[in-house]
């Protein structure tokens, strides 16, 4: 869990919520892991794997790949202003929430 928190940018209790629904839904399991006896993959289901191949770019894929077209100056630019952005509307100090997800903080 701690692993896909760092890798969304979320909290753990978030990505616990996540995947119990993945689970719950049939979309993916938990097996042991190979390398670690005391730790567990998440692992996609047939089903899982059948919903990854029919669904459309997200809108968190979109922005990632538009912002990778851009020079790293202009990547600079932009994280600089996000960040003035931020700061300025005082919320600089609020964790962030996966897109379109509420903040309870915010």
């Known amino acids: 869990m701690h692993q896909l928190a760092v890798k969304t940018g979320t909290s753990e209790t978030i990505v616990s919520t996540v995947v119990a629904r993945l689970i719950g839904d049939g979309l993916a399991l938990r097996a042991p892991s190979k390398d670690d006896p005391l730790r567990f993959e998440l692992v996609l289901t047939h089903k899982g794997q059948r919903v990854v191949q029919r669904s459309a770019r997200t809108v968190q894929e979109q922005l990632l790949a538009s912002f990778e077209r851009f020079s790293p100056e202009e990547q600079r630019a932009l ?10 509307a005082g919320l600089g100090a609020v964790s962030p929430a996966m897109f379109f997800e509420r903040n309870r903080e915010g």
Do not use: K
């Open 79 to 88: 994280a600089d202003a996000l960040e003035s952005w931020v700061a300025g």
